[in-house]
């Protein structure tokens, strides 16, 4: 009786090892891309989430915002700080929401473009913290999940060197962040004072584009800003979807 109890006692920490452990792997290539970001020894400047899902079927101008008002639920935003504008006519139909501090701005649209082809657009940049982006990514991946199949989610991280590096340093810091994405140099594009190189992470391995014939997820700025006097860093996932 008493080894029954043990083999019992020891499966049940097997089910607990195996849950916690599943818990700890969500979402955790984008764990490895801060752990790479911090490596870097960048400043952290701002990071940015765009995030978009196509709805297909024939969607009405209320239920375009229930939808907006179920992912403020879900973003822990409330409805009375909350900027809402709309245009909803023949020539165009939209939603448009947004709440904005100093720290943080948070935009959402919603667009019909006709009647099996509508958009839900989220944009969201920070300045303060960085460390919360794995969970708004989960956040916004189940939101737009509820009501579309097909999402597009990019993130991106920026930050700051504060004087002008030289060139080759670039190529150190890239070659770093290429070991520890464990990634693979798809293309670069270079002049006097910017690079950008897209690559393929085996980490990044849910977020794949085609590019030039071949799979990249992974895409890599860096610049110097004569007008800030600093070098300015930016890696994202699949690419950057920003000026810079």
Do not use: H
């Given at each position: 009786m008493?080894?029954?109890?043990?083999?019992?006692?020891?499966?049940?920490?097997?089910?607990i090892?195996?849950?916690?452990?599943?818990g700890?792997?969500?979402?955790?290539?984008?764990?490895?891309l801060?752990?790479t970001?911090?490596?870097?020894q960048?400043?952290?400047?701002?990071?940015?989430?765009k995030?978009?899902?196509?709805?297909?079927?024939?969607?009405t101008?209320?239920?375009?915002?229930?939808?907006c008002?179920?992912?403020?639920?879900?973003?822990?935003?409330?409805?009375?700080?909350?900027?809402?504008?709309?245009k909803?006519?023949s020539?165009?139909?939209?939603?448009?929401?947004?709440?904005?501090t100093?720290?943080?701005?948070?935009?959402?649209?919603?667009?019909?473009?006709?009647?099996?082809?509508?958009?839900?657009?989220?944009?969201?940049?920070?300045?303060?913290?960085?460390k919360?982006?794995?969970?708004?990514?989960?956040?916004?991946?189940?939101s737009?999940?509820?009501?579309?199949?097909?999402?597009?989610?990019?993130?991106?991280?920026?930050?700051?060197?504060y004087?002008?590096l030289?060139?080759d340093?670039?190529n150190?810091?890239?070659?770093?962040?290429?070991?520890?994405?464990?990634?693979?140099?798809?293309?670069?594009?270079?002049?006097?004072?910017m690079?950008s190189?897209?690559a393929?992470?085996?980490?990044?391995?849910?977020?794949?584009?085609?590019?030039?014939?071949?799979?990249?997820?992974?895409?890599?700025?860096?610049?110097?800003?004569e007008?800030?006097?600093?070098?300015?860093?930016?890696?994202a996932?699949?690419?950057?979807?920003?000026?810079?």
């Amino acid at each position: 009786m008493k080894t029954i109890k043990i083999i019992a006692s020891f499966f049940i920490l097997m089910l607990i090892g195996m849950f916690i452990s599943y818990g700890d792997n969500d979402n955790s290539e984008y764990n490895k891309l801060l752990d790479t970001f911090n490596d870097t020894q960048a400043q952290f400047k701002f990071y940015n989430i765009k995030a978009n899902g196509l709805i297909d079927y024939d969607i009405t101008k209320n239920e375009i915002k229930d939808i907006c008002i179920d992912i403020i639920n879900d973003l822990g935003l409330e409805e009375s700080n909350i900027k809402w504008e709309e245009k909803w006519n023949s020539q165009e139909k939209q939603i448009y929401i947004e709440s904005k501090t100093q720290e943080k701005s948070i935009s959402i649209i919603g667009i019909k473009k006709n009647s099996s082809e509508s958009y839900i657009i989220i944009d969201i940049l920070e300045n303060k913290v960085y460390k919360n982006i794995v969970d708004i990514y989960t956040i916004l991946e189940k939101s737009l999940y509820k009501y579309s199949n097909v999402v597009d989610i990019s993130t991106c991280i920026s930050g700051e060197f504060y004087k002008k590096l030289q060139f080759d340093k670039y190529n150190d810091i890239l070659e770093k962040i290429l070991y520890n994405m464990n990634a693979e140099e798809i293309d670069r594009i270079e002049n006097d004072n910017m690079i950008s190189v897209t690559a393929y992470s085996e980490f990044l391995d849910e977020n794949d584009l085609e590019y030039l014939a071949s799979k990249i997820n992974l895409n890599i700025g860096i610049r110097y800003s004569e007008d800030e006097d600093k070098t300015l860093i930016y890696i994202a996932t699949p690419i950057i979807k920003l000026d810079y």
